[in-house]
């Protein structure tokens, strides 16, 4: 059975209802997905488009419903082309936020092994983060908490070494052949360095260079926290889902990274990367 509704003259089902709330999610959802970026504005343009059909199409204005109809009909295959970067990442996150984006969650339900924990002693990270600041080299590090991120880890050097202080701090050294790049650690390990890692392609504040767009993009493409040194001032940064957390204190970094291993949600805790500006305006503000 099937409820009916009686708004104005229109007949509207539960199921026409709940239609019209998953599609409103969805375009809020794709609207998150690229709000900030150059996108949002081929979306709006496409958007405005497909209403403007609908209308015409309504009226029963036939030439133009005919010439829209054409556009309408290759923009699908348009709009693949124009948003493959946001596809992809509207694709992570649906496998991210997934049960199976946890491959210690496959290997409990296809192996029946026991899930192995992520946390694991910090300590060498943030005293190569204290060196690294103090010392003005710059750094990017990726931890991951649920996946060995291979295809990034590929695009370096693999290493698969226990991560120690002077591990990272040879890494990182400016003459170091592996220092370019991103290093990736996974479960106590140093996977990979001189990873390549993407770029965020959102509008971020003139402040941030490429190092931290890459933290924040990375951030964006996987479930990892970014850890930055910045060469330039020696400010330690945090990235997670595509938000940030600047200028942290040494036991900020250790507390956040705790947290994010053993599996408690800190996205909250991080600030827009859009907001960022207003922040540090708000903050000026009050100096003067
Ligand atoms: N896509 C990328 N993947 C990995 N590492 C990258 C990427 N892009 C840049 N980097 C790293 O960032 C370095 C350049 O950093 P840049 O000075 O532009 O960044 P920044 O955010 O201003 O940081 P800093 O405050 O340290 O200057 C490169 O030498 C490289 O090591």
Redesign the pocket.
Known sequence: MILLFKIGFLDVSIVNLIDIALVSVLIYQVYKLMRGSVAIKIFLGFLSIYLMYLVVNAAKMELLTIILGQFMGVGVLAAIILFQQEIRKFLLIVGKSSIFSNENVLQELFFWRKRESSAFNVTPIIEACKSLSGS?T???IVLSSNSELKFYAESGDLIDAIVSKRLLISIFNKYSPL????VIIYNGRVKAA??????TERDVPA?????????I??SEATDSLVL??????G?VSLAKSGKILHNLSFQEVREMINAYLTGESIEERFVEVVAFEKVKEKKKITEL
């Open positions: 003005s710059g750094a990017l220092h370019d790049g991103g001189r990873c390549i890692l993407p770029v402040q941030f260079g490429l190092r931290h767009r890459a933290a993009g990375m930055v040194v910045s060469e330039e001032t400010q």
